[in-house]
């Protein structure tokens, strides 16, 4: 994809290059975009946040921007959302210029924030009627559409309660409310269920689910490799301000190639013996699984997974659980990134 | 904090669908519709956190009880005498101070991520500024109603009545909201609320006592008085005396409206420039 410099003077000259651009990168399949992005920039002093990302996501699909700390993703989102402007590059959000129809883009999105953008010390309703009354509804239809969207996001008992009482899945549960006072043509999610215990993230994908199914085209953060694969229909692996890889979670796995093995022993205390085996049959870097009884490896031919059985069985090392696989999302971040995920999940979770 | 309730899952995923597929946008808001919007969260705080009105008007409801039984004998020759001079001046210091909570609430609505949510959506920007500013002078009037109230109690008895004090009033907000604008710029500028008190102690501790609010600065060395005259809050606290006892001198009115028009025609712009700089 060809990056376009735009700075605040050329601005218009760029973008009448981004069009034409545009018009001959399309191919017919690709038309309906929600969100087109070229070579956005945008720097912090001397950190470049994001550098040069170029995205192009399918109207009405959840499209996942995956990647570490500080891998530029509320950056990203914050451009898109227009809170930010960018230093280079342009970008469109339903047709709409981030920079030059800014209103229009605010007219057609909702953004949910990474950290709860509610108020502490109101009511959940009263937050709710805030923004109905900010988005134009007269004081009694944003009351009504309050108590709607309360009642379907379980949080009527908690209505009339301080949002500061509230536990971090309702509160969650409120910021997303928040931003489906009207249902927006596009939703940015910025890492919704960073912080929430299992019960209320899967609450929360539900919610999810729900919004893509009504045809609101969702761009959702995370650094959870699992909730980027279980929702999002296409995603971009971002690393240092620049997308690394993209495509289906599918498309993902293949690229990274080899298949993975994923070995439990029954005998946890022999795994370092096991380890160097597999390292010798298969000429690869041995990975420890989390649990002291777990190993994985990547395997570049099929059959080779067999050798290992044997090799295993002649030193006398019984294997309790044996599976050839396509790789994770957390090999695909490693073979990308040459860093582990695991990393930054447990970083975060601090 | 209490905890979520023991209920089963409670979002019903059918349900959702049928309330995010119902709904049609409404025509933007204007900006008047919007500010007042913004203005009535600004209420909605002080009804639920009432404190924050009674933490920013303690100390000087306090230095009024104190000053006036400790000092009123001996600089006005009874607590009685000295309250008449005091309370307007107590009156202006509490609200100078009060402006700062324009600067910490707006800080604290952008640490807190509020603000990405507001601007947002589709409204008039600058309104979430002016929004809180409307709210902000209703809590200077609470708290105004406080100080005078406890004056009352205490002795104070306006010579020009409830007409002069509601004067006196008026021309203290003008000045505070004028000066609100200095802490909407600070707010921008620094990044935490702690840093917008602490920093703005830095200016109104000299910009109070550096001025006629507690004593009559014909006592002073000269050339503080000369500080003390430049100060628009001595012309402030003068006007208010004139307002609220009688004989209030032109000038001193004058004064002020000045300061708050230059207060307003710096910061106002620059607070814009700054809130919109990023975007
Ligand atoms: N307002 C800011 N001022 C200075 N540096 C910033 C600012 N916002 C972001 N950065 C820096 O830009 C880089 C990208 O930050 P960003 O918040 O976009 O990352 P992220 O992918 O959202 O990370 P996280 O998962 O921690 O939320 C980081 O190095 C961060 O420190
Ligand atoms: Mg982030």
């Not at chain 1, 990203?76 to 030059?100: K, S």
């Amino acid at each position: 994809m060809t990056s376009i410099e735009a700075d605040g003077d050329s601005q218009s000259s760029s973008i009448l290059s981004a069009e034409e651009d545009r018009t001959l990168q399309k191919s017919p399949t690709e038309l309906d975009l929600a969100i087109e992005t070229n070579g956005l920039k945008k720097a912090f002093g001397d950190t470049q946040a994001v550098d040069g990302v170029n995205l192009r996501i399918p109207r009405g699909t959840v499209y996942g921007l995956l990647g570490p700390n500080g891998a530029g993703k509320t950056t990203t989102i914050r451009m898109l959302a227009t809170l930010l402007r960018p230093d280079a590059g342009i970008a469109t959000v339903l047709g709409h210029d981030i920079v030059q129809d800014a209103a229009e883009v605010r007219a057609t999105v909702s953004l949910t924030g990474q950290y709860a953008s509610v108020d502490e010390d109101l009511t959940g309703r009263e937050n709710l009627v805030l923004v109905g009354r900010l988005l134009g509804f007269s004081w009694r239809d944003a009351k009504t559409r309050a108590d709607e969207l309360l009642t379907a996001f379980g949080l009527d008992d908690a209505a009339t309660r301080q949002v500061r009482t509230y536990s971090g899945g309702m509160r969650r549960r409120l910021d997303i409310a928040a931003s489906l006072v009207v249902t927006p043509e596009v939703l940015f999610l910025d890492e919704p269920t960073t912080g929430l215990d299992p019960r209320s993230r899967n609450q929360v994908w539900a919610i999810i689910r729900t919004i893509a199914a009504e045809g609101t085209t969702v761009l959702l953060t995370t650094q959870y490799l699992d909730e980027a694969d279980r929702l999002a229909d296409r995603l971009a692996v971002i690393d240092n301000g620049h997308v690394i890889a993209e495509g289906t979670s599918r498309e993902l796995k293949a690229a990274v190639g080899a298949s993975t093995l994923h070995i439990r022993l029954r005998d946890p205390e022999r795994r370092e013996e096991a380890g160097a085996i597999l390292r010798d049959v298969l000429g690869v870097v041995v990975h420890n699984g989390t649990d002291r009884d777990a190993l994985s490896a990547s395997v570049p031919h099929d059959q080779e997974a067999a050798a290992v059985l044997t090799a295993l069985a002649d030193v006398g090392i019984r294997v309790a659980e044996f599976s050839l696989g396509q790789a994770s999302l957390d090999e695909v971040f490693l073979a990308l990134t040459g860093r582990p995920a695991e990393d930054t999940t447990e970083e975060m979770s601090a | 904090m209490s905890s979520e309730t023991t209920r089963p899952p409670t979002v019903v995923e059918e349900e959702l669908g049928g309330v995010l597929s119902r709904i049609e946008r409404p025509p933007r808001p204007g900006p008047v519709s919007a500010s007042i919007t913004l203005g009535w969260r600004a209420l909605l705080k002080i009804k639920h956190v009432p404190f924050q009105l009674f933490d920013v008007t303690a100390f000087p409801l306090m230095t009024t009880v104190l000053f006036t039984f400790l000092f009123g004998g001996a600089l006005a020759g009874s607590p009685r005498e000295y309250i008449q001079f005091l309370l307007p001046g107590i009156l202006v210091q509490a609200i100078v101070f009060i402006t700062v909570y324009t600067g910490v609430g707006l800080n604290t609505d952008i640490d807190k991520g509020l603000f990405d949510r507001f601007q947002s959506l589709p409204i008039w920007q600058p309104a979430p500024l002016v929004g809180a500013l409307l709210g902000d002078v209703l809590r200077y009037s609470m708290a105004a109603v406080m100080v005078v109230g406890l004056g009352v109690v205490l002795g104070f008895r306006p010579e020009a009545g409830l007409v002069g004090v509601l004067f006196a009033l008026a021309l203290v907000l003008v000045f505070a909201f004028s000066l609100s604008w200095i802490w909407i710029v600070v707010g921008l500028l620094v990044d935490t609320p702690e840093s917008v008190m602490t920093s703005s102690f830095l200016l109104l501790f000299p910009l109070t006592f550096v001025s006629n609010i507690f004593v009559d600065p014909a006592t002073m060395p000269t050339w503080l008085q000369t500080v003390v005259r430049v100060n628009p809050v001595t012309h402030l606290v003068d006007a208010s005396r004139g307002l609220m006892h009688g004989g209030v001198a032109l000038a001193d009115v004058m004064w002020v409206l000045v300061a708050s028009a230059v207060l307003v025609a710096v910061f106002a712009p620059l607070s814009l420039y700054m809130y919109h700089k990023e975007r």
